[in-house]
């Protein structure tokens, strides 16, 4: 079972005195409910140099909800006060994590045993904030905290947390946040765990995008290019574990067909073997997740097509989507058993050293400006070239090459924007918007295709799967439109140092 807890985190000094809780809770001028106190006895588990807290994530055993899971949130959040993480709770009364729980966090780990790490005891007290209608804003808890590490004396401390209740923001509890700040409080966004095991666990995570200076080198390019692709990867790479939703494996995809671009993008600048070797086994894993994916795409987009199509009931339909799913069910399985293989674990630890020292060849220790600008000047010209070479009636392979070009370049463009500036991010919005378009155009053509196996192989899905086809034969002549418009308003986009050709 999953959920997103999103919290707002503040920290006191010892000598402070926290106000009233009920009187905090009531500068809202909303209903307040004094909850029963909680006493909580969580158990951490951990690396021996602390990679999981490092990540921002956690796994314990806590008295009242068993074994638990937190990852920290992929894409930030757009709240810069709240703290958003993942939850993933597991049915399991051992005394060890479970291997499930394990396998989650492996990414992090990466093949280093899990141990207990620290022991917390909790004295929670809560209150429940709702808006004058009865709807939940949030739960204010006021914690103290007694930790016991391994070989220390005991020692507590205090916080308080602002549970946030689904589509709150903190703009919603802000005379909280103000009141509690004017009585000594510092929001933070570390946890109890990380403030329990000190400086060791507020060190960077194994994976950190350098940054780019004004005048860089080139090797710092690609080291924030790499570093960043890998970063997203691995942080999104359990939600996709995880089974629920598409999200999860779709960046965590779109991460590895950005970091083989950026190996193919730099490659004159790195070392050809390591460069090589790394893109094949990205590769690899990039194609388990691209069977997941592949299968969220068919169902997503079969589901606006019946959605959309008014002589076509969603009852008629159940047969397909049942087995879409199952087949769904099949590629995910297929990803499990890749995730838990020996093989990925080592892929893990290239892609860690991969983000933290690049091989490159020693022309990239030269300014940035000397060589960076061709190497997206030429995934630039070989997409104007493509298309200008299509006929008067483009076939499905001429899109698909388009499309692909089209990909390297955005992404071409996106890692080199340090050092171009303005014109690399126009021209990432422009292949954006054309990528956009040929990927809708490729899911037509390829989902057509897929219907068309699915109905040899289950005869009574023929009609319907033929009635789907029509539809998808229109949304794909709708998107060879769409392009062809795109691009008469993108061939101009002028690089430094390219002519439009």
Partial sequence: MTGLEREIKLEFDDHVSLPDLADVAAVLGDSVSILEERLLDAEYYDTADLRLTRWGASLRYRSDEGWMVKLPEPTGNEDSEVVARTEVRFASDGKSPPAQASALVA????????????????????????????????????????????????????MVEIELAEGRRARDVSPIIDYYQRSGARSVSRSKLARALG??????????????????????????????????????????????????????????????????????????????????????????????????????????????????????????????????????????????????????????????????????????????????NCPWRKLRKAVRRIGPEPSYSDFHR??????????????????????????????????????DLNDANVIRAHLTTTAKQHEELGFMAGELSGLLVARAGHCEAEFLNLWKTTKGIELPGEGTG
Wanted: aromatic share 4%.
């Fill in 107 to 158: 990414p992090f780990a990466r093949g280093e045993a899990l141990r207990p790490v620290a022991r917390i005891h909790t004295a929670r007290h809560p209150v429940r904030i709702d808006d004058p209608h009865g709807r939940p804003v949030a739960e204010l808890v006021e914690d103290h905290v007694r930790v016991e590490l391994p070989d220390q004396p005991p020692w507590h401390f205090r």
């Fill in 402 to 439: 388009i499309r692909i070009k089209t990909k390297r370049c955005r992404y071409a463009a996106e890692a080199v924007e340090p050092v171009m500036g303005k014109p690399a991010r126009r021209l990432t919005k422009a292949m954006k918007r054309i990528q956009n378009s040929l990927g």
């Fill in 199 to 376: 400086t060791a666990a507020e060190a960077d995570p194994d994976v950190v995008i350098p940054p780019v200076s004004s005048s860089p080198t080139a090797r710092e390019v690609i080291h924030a290019a790499i570093a960043g692709s890998i970063q997203s990867h691995l942080l999104n790479l359990p939600i996709a574990r995880v089974g629920e939703g598409s999200e999860g494996v779709h960046q965590a995809r779109v991460a590895l067909r950005r970091l083989r671009s950026d190996l193919r993008t730099f490659g004159p600048l790195l070392e050809p073997t390591w460069a090589t070797e790394l893109s094949e086994e990205v590769r690899w894993l990039g194609g388990r997740l691209g069977e997941v994916r592949d299968a969220d795409v068919r169902i997503m987009v079969l589901n606006q097509l019946v959605e959309g199509e008014p002589s076509i009931e969603m009852e008629q339909a159940r047969a397909l989507f049942d087995e879409l799913k199952v087949q769904r069910d099949v590629a995910h399985a297929n990803l499990l058993e890749a995730l838990d293989s020996p093989r990925c674990t080592e892929l893990f630890d290239h892609l860690v050293d991969a983000a933290q020292d690049p091989r490159t060849a020693p022309q990239a220790d030269d300014p940035a400006q000397e060589n960076i600008p061709a190497l997206v």
